[in-house]
C-alpha cells in the first residue's frame, strides 16, 4: 500500500551515495563502530585475524552488487518479557555500519527534535527531562483539582492528562514495501535501496514482507525513519504542543481528556491508513497525570520518578549473584564497580538516593 500523497518536490534528494558507502575509508571505519566494546568477542577476533581481507572482500563484493547477508542466529530472551532476537553475522554488522554511516545523517535532519530513541545527546535521560518539562506545561506548573472537581482530593492531585501509547507489535509489523517508499522520498540511488532491500529481507517471518529484527543496528535507525512518519503528522496536522517518543512508545500532554481521546483516534486511523500499524489495545490509554505511569524503564508520578519494580528486582538478583561471584574471584571489583555505575547512570533522575548509597555499602562489606 502506498503512502498518502505528500508534495516532495521541494525536499531536497541525494544520487550517487553507493559508491561512498563501498569507499575502504567507509568501510574501515564501518568496522571500528561494530567493533566497539565487541573487541573481546569470538566473531569479532576471527574477523581481525584476516582484517584488510575481509574488509576488501565486502568492499568488492558491494561494489559488483553480489553482497548477500548470512542468515540471522537467532535467541529467546527472557528479561522478563519474552522476546526473539535475532543476531546478524558480524560481516554483515559491518555493512550495516557502512549503510548508516551515510543514510543517518540524511535522515537525522527530519527528526523531530522530540524522539528520543537511539540518537546522540537524546536516551532515557533526556526523555524523563522532557517529560518532565511536558507534565509541568500541561497542568500549569502542578494546579490543583479542586474538591469540587474531584470528590478524591488530595495534594498531589494536579489537573492534566496523558495519553500514553505504543505501536502494537511494531517490529513484527513494519512494512517492507512502506519502509522502501518512506526512504526513497531521500534516497534517489537505486542500488542504495537495492542493498536496504536485501538487509531487510534477510529477516524471515511468517508473514512475506513484514517485519524487522531485535538488535541490528538498521533496524533501529529505520524504527526511527518509519515512526517519523507519526511524528510529523503529530506535530504538523494535530498539532500537538507536549508530544514525545522512544522507539514505538510515545505521550501526549494536554489539559483536556476529550482532545486526547480524538487524537488517539487520529493517530490510530493515520497509523492504520499509512504504515500499516495499530496502537495497542490494552496498553495505549489516558490517564490523570497525577496517577503516575510506566514510561522509558521508570514509573513517573508527578511529584518523583522511581525505578520500575520489575528492574528493582533484576538488579537484586543480579547483585547477589555478583557477589558470588566476586567471593570465588570469577570476576573482580572493576567489573562490578562498571555494572554499578552503569545501573547509577540509568537512575540518574530518579529519587533513588537511598537505592544507591545502600548498594555501596553492601558492595563495600563484601
Not at 61 to 84: A, H, S
Not at 113 to 123: E, I, P, V
Not at 335 to 341: A, E, F, G, I
Amino acid at each position: 500500500m502506498a503512502l498518502a500523497a505528500l508534495d516532495i518536490s521541494a525536499m531536497k534528494t541525494y544520487t550517487k551515495l553507493y559508491d561512498k558507502i563501498c569507499s575502504l575509508n567507509n568501510i574501515k571505519l564501518a568496522f571500528r563502530k561494530a567493533r566497539k566494546k565487541k573487541s573481546s568477542r569470538p566473531d569479532v577476533q576471527e574477523f581481525e585475524q584476516k582484517l584488510e581481507e575481509n574488509l576488501k572482500k565486502i568492499q568488492q563484493e558491494l561494489i559488483i552488487e553480489t553482497y548477500q547477508p548470512l542468515p540471522l542466529k537467532t535467541f529467546i530472551l527472557r528479561d522478563p518479557k519474552t522476546r526473539k532476537i535475532s543476531k546478524s553475522d558480524f560481516r554483515d554488522r559491518v555493512v550495516h555500519h557502512a549503510v548508516c554511516n551515510l543514510i543517518e545523517p540524511i535522515f537525522e535532519k527530519r527528526f523531530i527534535h522530540d524522539s528520543y530513541a537511539n540518537r546522540k545527546l537524546k536516551g532515557t535521560s533526556g526523555a524523563i527531562k522532557r517529560f518532565n518539562q511536558f507534565k509541568r506545561k500541561a497542568s500549569s506548573n502542578g494546579m490543583k483539582v479542586n474538591e469540587r472537581d474531584n470528590q478524591k482530593y488530595n495534594n498531589n492531585y494536579v489537573r492534566g492528562y496523558i495519553l500514553k501509547a505504543d505501536i502494537r507489535k511494531y517490529f513484527d509489523t513494519v512494512d517492507h514495501e512502506v519502509l522502501v517508499q518512506i526512504l526513497s522520498k531521500k534516497i534517489c540511488d537505486r542500488k542504495v535501496i537495492k542493498l536496504i532491500e536485501k538487509i531487510l529481507a534477510n529477516h524471515r517471518t511468517p508473514h512475506l514482507g513484514k517485519g524487522m529484527p531485535l538488535g541490528n543496528l538498521t533496524s533501529q535507525f529505520f524504527a526511527n525513519v518509519y515512526l517519523n512518519e507519526l511524528d510529523m503528522f503529530v506535530k504538523h496536522n494535530l498539532k500537538a504542543k507536549y508530544y514525545l517518543r522512544y522507539v514505538d512508545d510515545f505521550v501526549i500532554f494536554h489539559k483536556n481528556r476529550e482532545v486526547l481521546q480524538e487524537y488517539k483516534e487520529k493517530i490510530n486511523g493515520f497509523l492504520r491508513r499509512n504504515l500499516l500499524l495499530d496502537l495497542h489495545p490494552q496498553k495505549s490509554r489516558i490517564k490523570p497525570l497525577a496517577s503516575g505511569l510506566d514510561f522509558v524503564g521508570y514509573r513517573i508520578f508527578y511529584y518523583h520518578v522511581l525505578l520500575r519494580k520489575r528492574n528493582l528486582r533484576k538488579m537484586e538478583h543480579k547483585l547477589k549473584e555478583m557477589q558470588e561471584l566476586y567471593k570465588t574471584k570469577i570476576i573482580s571489583k572493576e567489573t562490578v564497580d562498571q555494572t554499578l555505575n552503569g545501573w547509577f547512570g540509568y537512575m540518574n533522575g530518579s529519587n533513588t538516593h537511598n537505592l544507591r548509597q545502600s548498594m555501596l555499602k553492601r558492595v563495600a562489606e563484601w
